[in-house]
């Protein structure tokens, strides 16, 4: 027996019955069905190389083109592109040099991240008039919980999506992928399965299946690190998590086995969280060329330590640790971290930092340095130094 698709058009958002081919109300062909469709309520939406079509919307003649967002000379790196120059094989992260040699016609835009930043903000505002729990993952993507937009609008979450990419594009001018489902998790890997203007659903019932034949970094919380630890033990599909019990993840993973084991089902128990704070804050410069020497890199640190201090006053926030960073000049990144008081303290911030480059600084070439802080706090719940000297 089959079962019977739910369906939604996602060019005007109707609720659709039957297996029509075109949308009744409004003649289109993109209709998007899934079984669960209308009973699942925790989405993502990513919005589509987000910086390149923000720069491509203000600069019409640009629309065709290859566009890379990112440093303006050969030693920068790509921190965006269109899809166009993906073809040719750029991608983020990328040095500027590679990229023009994988994409030579391609147009170099500075980042603008004021501007960004402000149609984010209209972004969230936009996903805001939909339902109040929304949690932001970056500057262009994030969660959001429909559970009761049925009652407040009278559509279902997949409605409600459709309709919030809808306004993305016509106030905007900006194009997202949505991923559907009933959990961050599985939210979060729909997102990313049919992009650009895509839209994907997970459901309970094929979430195992779905996931048993993919890489296992398909799962949050798999970087390079515990990847290389799980190939180790011979694990590489999410299958091969499913075949390992509890207990036997927990030994070996510790409190990341017990994730990996609800995980590799399709299983998550995070909630949407609309006050999510950052994790870290941070700022980094790529120098035009090499830099060897403490104080030509200490002249680099304190304007960076400046710009973190200030967002941080901005975001409200105190930081308990101070991590610089390094990139030298044949790509090997180093890091280093300081724990502190709770501060937010431009001065404080660079004294740390400082005291981590002089154990650094020993002649090598640095062709990027970085400072930022972790273990971010709210002012209200930082521990008060004086009670923590005095017990």
Known sequence: MTTALDCVCRDCAAAIPGEVTRCPKCGSRRLFRHAELHRLSIGHIDCDSFYATVEKRDRPELASRPVIVGGDDHRGVVAACCYVARISGVRSAMTIREALDRCPDATIIRPDIAKY???????????????????????????????????????????????????????????????????????????????????????????????????????WGVGPALERKLFADGITRVGDLQDKDEHWLVKRYG??????????????????????????????????????????????????????????????????????????????????????????????????????????ADGRAFRLIGIGCTDLTDPETAPDPELDLFG
Not at 145 to 161: F, K, T, Y
Not at 167 to 183: C, K, P
């Open 255 to 360: 409190a990341m086995g017990r994730v990996l084991f609800n995980y590799a089902r399709g299983e998550d128990r995070r909630r949407v969280s609309p006050e999510s704070v950052s994790k870290s804050i941070s700022s980094e410069e790529t120098f035009d060329w090499d830099v060897t020497t403490l104080p030509a890199l200490a002249q680099e640190l304190r304007p960076l330590a400046e710009k973190v201090s200030r967002r941080m006053e901005r975001e409200g926030l105190l930081g308990r640790s101070v991590v610089l960073k390094l990139k030298t000049r044949d790509f090997q990144q180093l890091t280093r971290s300081r724990r502190i008081e709770p501060t937010r303290s431009a001065e404080a911030i660079l004294a740390a930092g400082m005291a981590l480059l002089e154990r650094e």
């Open 117 to 219: 930043r402000q149609v984010g903000h209209q972004a969230r505002a936009i996903m805001e008039a939909f339902t109040p729990l929304v949690e932001p993952i970056s500057i262009d993507e994030a969660y959001l919980d429909l559970a009761g937009v049925e009652e407040r609008l009278s559509i279902s979450p997949a409605q409600a999506l459709v309709e919030i990419v809808r306004r993305f594009e016509r106030e905007l001018r900006i194009t997202a992928s949505i991923g559907l489902s009933h959990n961050k998790l599985l939210a979060k890997i729909a997102s990313d399965l049919d992009k650009p203007r895509g839209f994907s659903a997970l459901g309970r019932a094929e979430a195992a299946a779905f996931l048993a034949p993919r890489r296992v970094t398909i799962l």
